[in-house]
Every structure is written in structure tokens, then in C-alpha cells.
């Protein structure tokens, strides 16, 4: 299973960015992310049927998580970018993840290679 992530760049804070990762086959999907210094830590999930969707209180009202299983791609929508939103974001798959763990990177089996957000100003 390849997971092919893109988006990434250079924004100023207040900004917004949408994140795409493109997989194939059917999986619930997640996004993740790591700053310099940091362990790796959750931002947004998505099941399947887009009907239970989850997100980091760091990011709740600011990201959206969403797909399109047409085009085998979840977004995730930025806005209101802040300084410490700046990681490389690495989105992730499973077939099936129950609900309890859509936070929990280790219930994920597929990772894309990470694409860079930097916010500054």
C-alpha cells in the first residue's frame, strides 16, 4: 500500500493549507505529526464511510478532516495556521480501526512519507 501525502509549504500564521494524501484501496485514514524535538502525536482520523471523524483538541475547530473515496484521497484542511502547527504531517492507514484507537498511531498499519508545513511569519 502506498500512501502519497502532498500540500506541504510555507504559510504565515493565519493562513490556511489543505493536505492531500492519495491511497489506494479501501482504509480508514489518519493524520499525524512531528515537530523537531517532539514525539509524534495525533491530529485528525477518518473512518471509511466518513461518518466518524476524529481530532486533537489542539486542532478541534481549526482542522478538517474529510475524503473523497472516488479519488482515494483524504484532505485535511488547515485554517487559522499557527507557529506551533509547524511538523511534517505523515497521513496513515488502516483496513479497519475501531473507534477507541482512531488515536493511537500504533492501530495504523500504512504511512506516507511526511510533507512540511512551516508557519511563520
Known amino acids: 500500500v502506498q500512501l502519497q501525502a502532498s500540500g506541504g509549504g510555507l504559510v504565515q500564521p493565519g493562513d490556511s493549507l489543505t493536505l492531500s494524501c492519495a491511497a489506494s484501496?479501501?482504509?480508514?485514514m489518519g493524520w499525524f505529526r512531528r515537530s523537531p524535538g517532539n514525539e509524534r502525536e495525533f491530529v485528525a482520523a477518518v473512518r471509511w464511510s466518513g461518518g466518524n471523524t476524529a481530532y486533537a483538541d489542539s486542532v478541534k475547530g481549526r482542522f478538517t478532516i474529510s475524503r473523497d473515496n472516488a479519488k482515494n484521497t483524504v484532505y485535511l484542511r488547515m485554517n487559522s495556521l499557527k507557529p506551533e502547527d509547524t511538523a511534517a504531517y505523515y497521513c496513515?492507514?488502516?483496513?479497519?480501526?475501531?473507534?477507541?484507537?482512531?488515536?493511537?498511531?500504533?492501530?495504523?498499519?500504512?504511512w506516507g512519507q511526511g510533507t512540511h508545513v512551516t508557519v511563520s511569519s
Open positions: 496513515a492507514a488502516v483496513p479497519r480501526v475501531i473507534l477507541s484507537r482512531m488515536r493511537d498511531a500504533s492501530a495504523y498499519y500504512y
Open positions: 484501496g479501501r482504509f480508514d
